[in-house]
């Protein structure tokens, strides 16, 4: 791939399909209720002036009605955070992270610490919408950015990169944002599809 050729994603095309049709399965499926997501921000983000900005600029960028939980209003209330966060993490439907620019040169790449990095690692099994928010290129699904590596356990931390082309149409993202809006009442459960097994590993290869 050349510096010319349009980088809209790092995700193969069928893990591209097959996410989305992942995220409709879920769209679907969803039940009338609350839908919550974490986000997922590092102390120095939430530390900052433009914090409620932040929360803000997420909550318009989401689907009306999503609540917002993070550190401050779930886990730091003298919560022992080994144990609480495992069983919040089982009650959400998404997971947005943010994370630092390691370079303020190269906005595209974002840098999660190792509790970011756990709290990731712990949602995307689970199949459910996980997304990149930044300021610069609104929500991106996490499956589109470019992953890598740095540092030694436990304090192993995670490289997202934004595609070069990256745009906000894209399929990715509007199926995801179908699977964290809420339901609307009154959608009868028998005309609502099986959970497709896929959902279980979304990052994975479709079968053959």
């Known amino acids: 791939m050349t510096a010319d050729t349009p980088l809209h994603s790092y995700a193969p095309p069928a893990r591209r399909q097959a ?3 992942a995220m409709r ?3 679907a499926q969803r039940q009338p209720g609350s839908v919550r997501i974490y986000f997922s921000a590092p102390p120095e983000l939430r530390a900052r002036p433009n914090w409620g900005r932040r929360l803000d600029d997420l909550r318009e960028a989401l689907p009306d009605g999503v ?3 993070h550190y401050d209003t779930a886990l730091g209330l003298g919560a022992d955070y080994p144990s609480a966060w495992p069983q919040l993490a089982a009650t959400l439907d998404g997971l947005v992270v ?3 620019h390691p370079k303020s040169h190269k906005p595209r790449i974002h840098e ?4 970011g990095r756990q709290e990731l690692i712990t949602v995307v099994p689970t199949g459910r919408p996980v997304l990149l928010h930044s300021i610069e290129h609104g929500l991106v699904p996490v499956l589109d950015c470019q992953p890598k590596r740095s540092g030694q356990e436990p304090h192993q931390r995670l490289r997202l990169t934004i595609p070069r082309d990256w745009t ?3 399929p990715t993202l509007q199926a995801a944002l179908d699977a964290l ?3 609307a009442t009154g959608t009868p459960q028998d005309e609502r599809p099986d959970m497709s097994p896929h959902l279980s590993h979304p990052f994975a290869a479709p079968s053959r």
């Open 181 to 183: 809006s809420p339901a």
């Open 67 to 69: 609540e917002i939980l």
């Open 168 to 170: 906000p149409d894209s």
């Open 25 to 27: 399965q879920i769209a």
């Open 19 to 21: 996410y989305v049709k």
């Open 98 to 100: 943010a994370g630092l």
């Open 112 to 115: 999660l610490g190792p509790v």
